[in-house]
C-alpha cells in the first residue's frame, strides 16, 4: 500500500509526518511526497529529509491545487501496482496504529467503500477535542459541516469501535482500496483548494458507494484556524462552496441559483462593501465580490 502525502512550502509540518509515520506498527508503506513547486529553499530542506526517511518525492513543475497534487500521488501509486491508498495531510501527525485500524476496518467491514480517522485537534492533548468525526453535506439549506467539531472525546456519542457513516471524509485523511478509481476516477482538479474531496465524496455515493470514519483510527491535525482568515482563503472558500452546490443541480436549478445568487448575493455584498468602514472589512468585501463574480463567469480553477 502506499501513503501520499501533498506538500508546498511546509517542509516543518512534513517532517513531522514523517517522523509519525516511522513508527507504525504492522506494514510498512511506501511514502509518496508530492511537491507542489515549493520555493527553493523549502524544496532543499525536503530534500534534505530525504536522507533521514524512506520516501519518494514526485515534483510538479507548478502548483496546481490540492487535487492536482493528490491525483499525481494516486497516479504514481497505481504505477506501483499497491492494493491500497491512504491520502494524508502535510500537517498531520499518526498514532502507531492508525493504519492498522484503517487496513482492519477495510476487512472487517467491506460494504465501505472509503474511510476516514477520527481527527483530532493539534497536537497530542490529556483531553483532546475532536476536529473531526467526518463531515454532513444538507443540499437543502446549502450547508457543510464537521461530525463532532470541538468535541472533547470524552463526550462524542460515537460508537467507538463501530463505523460512523458520514457523507465526506475530510481530504486530511481518506484511505481506499486503489480499485476506486476505476469506479469514479480522480479527485476534481477544478477548484484549486476546497471542496474538491466534498465533490469527489459526493460522486462516490451517486455511485453508490459508503463513507464511514473508523474512530480506532485517529489522527492528529495541526490546523491553524487564522488561515481561514487570509483573503487567499476566503476568495477559494466563498467562490467554491457555490460550484459545489451549483455542480449538484440541473441545468434548470443551475440557472435559478445563478440569478438567485446575481439579485439577492451580489446586492447584499456591494452595501455591505459600500458601509464598511475598515480597510480590512472593505478587503474582505471585495474578495467575496471577486469570488462571486468568478462564480457567475464560470472562472474555475487557479485565479491567482
Known amino acids: 500500500m502506499a501513503v501520499v502525502i501533498v506538500t508546498y512550502n511546509n517542509s516543518g509540518d512534513l517532517g513531522v509526518v514523517l517522523e509519525s509515520l516511522q513508527g507504525l506498527e504492522g506494514i510498512k508503506p511506501s511514502i509518496l511526497?508530492?511537491?507542489?513547486?515549493?520555493?527553493?529553499?523549502?524544496?532543499?530542506?525536503?530534500?534534505?529529509?530525504?536522507?533521514?526517511?524512506?520516501?519518494?518525492?514526485?515534483?510538479?513543475?507548478?502548483?496546481?491545487g490540492f487535487a492536482a497534487g493528490n491525483n499525481k500521488g494516486i497516479s504514481r501509486a497505481l504505477a506501483l501496482g499497491v492494493d491500497f491508498i491512504w491520502l494524508l495531510n502535510a500537517d498531520t501527525e499518526v498514532n502507531q496504529d492508525?493504519?492498522?485500524?484503517?487496513?482492519?476496518?477495510?476487512?472487517?467491514?467491506?460494504?465501505?467503500?472509503?474511510?476516514?480517522?477520527?481527527?483530532?485537534?493539534?497536537?497530542?492533548?490529556?483531553?483532546?477535542?475532536?476536529?473531526?468525526m467526518g463531515g454532513t453535506v444538507d443540499f437543502d439549506t446549502k450547508e457543510v459541516g464537521m461530525t463532532s467539531y470541538g468535541e472533547l472525546d470524552s463526550e462524542c456519542l460515537c460508537q467507538k469501535e463501530q463505523p460512523y457513516h458520514c457523507d465526506y471524509i475530510p481530504g486530511c485523511s481518506m484511505f481506499f482500496a486503489s480499485s476506486l478509481i476505476s469506479k469514479v476516477g480522480l479527485m476534481p482538479e477544478d477548484f484549486f483548494m476546497y471542496f474538491e474531496e466534498t465533490a469527489w465524496c459526493n460522486t462516490m455515493r451517486e455511485h453508490g458507494l459508503r463513507l464511514a470514519v473508523f474512530p480506532p483510527s485517529i489522527i492528529w491535525h495541526n490546523f491553524e484556524v487564522n488561515k481561514l482568515d487570509s483573503q487567499f482563503n476566503?476568495?477559494?472558500?466563498?467562490?467554491?462552496?457555490?460550484?459545489?452546490?451549483?455542480?449538484?443541480?440541473?441545468?434548470?436549478?443551475?440557472?435559478?441559483?445563478?440569478?438567485?445568487?446575481?439579485?439577492?448575493?451580489?446586492?447584499?455584498?456591494?452595501?455591505?462593501?459600500?458601509?464598511?468602514?475598515r480597510v480590512e472589512d472593505r478587503k474582505t468585501f471585495q474578495t467575496h465580490l471577486r469570488a462571486g463574480v468568478d462564480f457567475l463567469l464560470g472562472r474555475r480553477g487557479k485565479r491567482h
Open 33 to 64: 511526497v508530492v511537491d507542489n513547486c515549493s520555493n527553493t529553499q523549502e524544496l532543499s530542506i525536503i530534500r534534505e529529509l530525504e536522507t533521514d526517511f524512506d520516501f519518494e518525492l514526485v515534483c510538479n513543475p507548478r502548483n496546481e
Open 98 to 132: 492508525t493504519l492498522l485500524q484503517l487496513l482492519q476496518a477495510s476487512s472487517s467491514f467491506p460494504d465501505i467503500d472509503c474511510w476516514g480517522s477520527k481527527i483530532f485537534q493539534g497536537g497530542t492533548q490529556a483531553a483532546p477535542r475532536i476536529w473531526s
Open 234 to 277: 476566503v476568495y477559494y472558500y466563498n467562490r467554491n462552496q457555490h460550484f459545489f452546490w451549483s455542480d449538484s443541480m440541473n441545468w434548470g436549478g443551475k440557472f435559478f441559483y445563478k440569478v438567485k445568487f446575481f439579485f439577492s448575493n451580489i446586492p447584499t455584498i456591494l452595501w455591505a462593501l459600500f458601509k464598511s468602514k
